[in-house]
């Protein structure tokens, strides 16, 4: 069977597998650093509650690519410094983002994510990198859901044309 001898964890990476877990990791730094900027804005609760849950989510994430890239030799991608932590309040009302703006840029990161996910997936050869995304996407599935049930409930959500809403059905 040559190098692909049958246990992922003795069989190289290729190289989209590399920078799938890399760019990936990256994507997900920048995204920790952008929600712990978020939650500085966030006056919602559940909003904040949510971030910081997606940031703990990411965090996670980025050991276990990281440790995949360590062990095959390729340096993980930098890492951004922790934001410091802001009073919502203290911020002036034209430069604060709003809540139902920080939810709309969550909820397209995650269809992002989840696309992310099954674009690693689809190219891995190594059955061990392919099943560590899978977990992602549906963590991300997960995560989805809760954003898009806060959206409905608060208000936030902008649906595009409802086909046949308009028309009572007969």
């Not at 900027?37 to 990411?58: R, T």
């Not at 989840?114 to 990198?129: F, M, N, P, Y």
């Not at 954003?147 to 086909?163: A, V």
């Amino acid at each position: 069977m040559g190098i692909l001898n049958g246990n992922p964890k003795e069989e190289p990476l290729h190289y989209g597998e590399v920078l799938g877990c890399w760019a990936f990791a990256g994507a997900n730094k920048g995204l920790i650093s952008g929600y712990e900027g978020f939650i500085n804005h966030a006056g919602d609760k559940e909003l904040i509650d949510l971030l910081k849950e997606a940031v703990e989510m990411m965090k996670r994430e980025n050991k276990e690519v990281e440790k995949v890239l360590k062990e095959n030799g390729v340096t993980p991608p930098p890492t951004l410094p922790d934001r410091a932590v802001a009073n919502a309040e203290e911020i002036p009302v034209g430069a604060r983002f709003m809540d139902p703006e920080i939810s709309g840029a969550v909820s397209i990161n995650v269809g992002q994510g989840l696309v992310s996910c099954s674009q690693v997936i689809g190219q891995c050869l190594r059955e061990d990198i392919a099943m560590m995304f899978s977990k992602f996407h549906a963590e991300r599935l997960l995560f989805g859901a809760k954003l898009l049930r806060l959206n409905k409930e608060k208000g936030w959500i902008i649906p595009p044309p409802l086909h046949g809403a308009a028309f009572p059905s007969k």
